[in-house]
């Protein structure tokens, strides 16, 4: 598929499914993030009950764009990966992982939902980086969204419960 829309028509008021047969394929897709220049795209497909949750990547080169592939990050099926947002300046990617962030967490098969960042590196990215405190807790983190200054939105839910809160988190030195 070429051009800015996968062939399709720019976006109007009416939904419609985006670039089908080769993001949307059936399989359960969602989470699309882009680069700031709109030549790479990354999303995600899950299985049934999220037992295979991965972030794939699609890039536009010589206005044609790629197959999807894994993303390098999201590759080890151990791990459930989801929610990918992208820094407006494209130099941050923040995703919900539930990878160990420790040791201790690998030794007992997985870790928290956790928001997860790299920074961009030359084409890729850094290696990933568990946030920590003050954004991840022993709660799920999810939902992460960053604005122009740095300030982090995203989702906690709050323990015990199924009552969900959207919190902020100012990126500050």
Aim: hydrophobic content about 35%.
């Amino acid at each position: 598929l070429t051009g800015d829309y996968f062939g399709q028509a720019p976006p109007g008021p009416q939904p419609e499914l985006f670039a089908p047969g080769l993001i949307t394929t059936g399989i359960t897709t969602r989470d699309l993030a882009m680069m700031p220049a709109g030549d790479e795209i990354y999303f995600c497909w899950a299985s049934g009950r999220y037992r295979f949750a991965a972030i794939l990547v699609t890039r536009r080169e010589a206005g044609r764009w790629t197959e999807p592939q894994v993303a390098s990050f999201s590759s080890d099926p151990r791990w459930m990966n989801l929610e990918p947002a992208i820094s407006p300046d494209g130099q941050r990617f923040f995703f919900l992982s539930n990878r160990p962030a420790t040791e201790a967490e690998e030794d007992a098969q997985g870790g928290n939902q956790d928001i997860w960042v790299m920074d961009r590196v030359g084409d890729g990215w850094s290696d990933p980086v568990n946030l920590g405190p003050p954004v991840n807790t022993a709660a799920a983190e999810f939902f992460p969204s960053v604005t122009r200054d740095g300030t982090l939105y995203f989702c906690r839910a709050e323990e015990g419960t199924r009552i969900h809160h959207i919190y902020r988190s100012r990126f500050v030195d």
